[in-house]
Nanobody, 122 residues
């Protein structure tokens, strides 16, 4: 029903910036929340930032003050502006979408993008 495609990852030096983008297609009217998660080698996937239905925002403590999540006007794009990057930010970053559970939208699972690699060198 929904496809998510991330872009914007790359290799940067510590202190640099990257802006990740996630474009949703398909049944985007049913998307409720969108967010970013990351997974480093050998670690569990963790929340980075999420926009909750109603436009409230949650950030991981480790990125507060450095990362900013936002959504496009059509609500089918989500961005993650990453500033003051640190080597510990190195991970694969995944876009995530949660769906409204309504008669129109059914009870769809969460959707995930394929991930985009972010590498921060020291």
């Amino acid at each position: 029903q929904v496809q998510l495609v991330e872009s914007g990852g790359g290799l940067v030096q510590a202190g640099g910036s990257l802006r990740l983008s996630c474009a949703a297609s398909g049944d985007t009217i049913c998307i409720s929340d969108m967010g970013w998660y990351r997974q480093a080698p050998g670690k569990e996937r963790e929340l980075v930032a999420r926009i909750i239905d109603g436009d409230s925002i949650n950030y991981a403590e480790s990125v507060k003050g450095r990362f900013t999540i936002s959504r496009g006007n059509a609500k089918n794009t989500v961005y993650l502006q990453m500033n003051s990057l640190k080597p510990e930010d190195t991970a694969v970053y995944y876009c995530n979408a949660e769906m409204h559970h309504t008669p129109l939208c059914g009870r769809q699972p969460d959707y995930w993008g394929q991930g985009t690699q972010v590498t921060v060198s020291s």
